[in-house]
């Protein structure tokens, strides 16, 4: 069984009606992650958007 074949929450193997999540459950975790905005990626400010201290 491949990697893709797995669940992303809990990686139990996938069922195919509920793919890619193994259950309903999982399925709802990763929705109230994604709404909750538990899914972020890490991001470094602009410098050209600072506001120049020296006016």
């Known amino acids: 069984m491949s ?3 797995r669940c ?3 990686g139990a193997p ?3 009606a ?3 999540f193994c259950s309903d459950r999982c399925r709802h975790v990763d929705l109230h992650r994604w709404l ?3 899914y972020r990626l890490p991001a ?3 410098e050209s958007e ?3 201290p020296e006016q």
């Open 3 to 5: 990697k893709s074949e």
């Open 8 to 10: 992303p929450i809990c």
């Open 14 to 16: 996938t069922v195919p």
């Open 18 to 20: 509920e793919r890619p």
């Open 36 to 38: 909750t905005e538990g």
């Open 44 to 46: 470094q400010e602009d």
């Open 50 to 52: 600072q506001p120049d």
